[in-house]
């Protein structure tokens, strides 16, 4: 990561190195959109046909504000422990993921341990875990996207809903966060339940399924298109190098712009606390300086890929499907890395 830092980042405009403030604006549109319909479908101005689409838009924005909490809380948009906790449990709210365990289990333990099997919190389970560990075999043969099962696409309708949840309950036990930290995130937790129970009990059932509990699944499946493909496609490394442990994926620049650059997320590991809005100059220095060790490929075709291969890990850089015995190699960077001069 030295490496790669010490070549792109004297290269970069003096503003990538600065907060995105202007990237907070996106928390006030998304909520007036969401506002908005919401008071549409509860007040009984909207037609009943047209609840459906305003449940997709609310999605939409659910997912777009995990997207700017996730920028928030790396320090990329604002300063300051305090803003960053109150501004990324609003963002974080449509999960009810707590603040204190996003920080803990994404920025320290996912960041610096990326790809490492038995520390990255995120990876799908070696075949080793798979053969000892029955809760390894049931997150890989049925809640892991791909072996070509449709039931699999299942998996992004709820994934991060329940990653985020597996992650509360065990981050003690997994050594993520302190005694204390963890019954600090168990009160964000329960605090963000109350205010949805709270709503739900303002506006009614039926309401709430359309406002909340529709988008949700709306929201898990775009946030989830892009977490399942930024690192399970990729070998496994016990040095942490985002070139080769990564994948960037790209859209339509339109499609770029509303999802805050997310995608590129190569950028992101190597520099986390820099907004995602410098995503493709960071990309290009990378394409020009390490042009055969950088890896990106279009979202569609990384999902695809994800649907054909499995998510078992034979060694470092084979996939294996066990039930079957197919096995699907990793990325692996077209030639080995040599020390750019």
Known sequence: MATYASAVRPELPAEALKPALSRLLWLPTHLAIIGTIAWAITSGRAPALLWPIGSIIIGLCLGGLVFLGHELMHGGVIRGKTPIRIFGFICMLPFTLAPTLWTAWHNRVHHNHCAHPGKDPDLYPTLIEYETQSAARIMADHFGLGRRRLLSLLSLLFGFTGQSQQMLWKAREKGILSAGLHRRAFFEFGLGVAIWVAIAFLVGFVPFLFIYLLPLVVANSMVMLFIMTNHNLSPLTEINDPLVNSLSVTLPRTLEFLTLDFGYHVEHHL?????????????????????????????????YQLYITARVYKDDVTLIDPPSGNTFPTLVPREPLREHA
Do not use: D, N, V
């Open 271 to 303: 520099f986390p606390t820099l907004s995602a809005r410098h995503g493709r100059t960071i990309r290009a220095k990378l394409l020009e300086k390490f042009p055969h060790h950088y890896q990106s490929m279009p979202l569609t075709t990384a999902i």
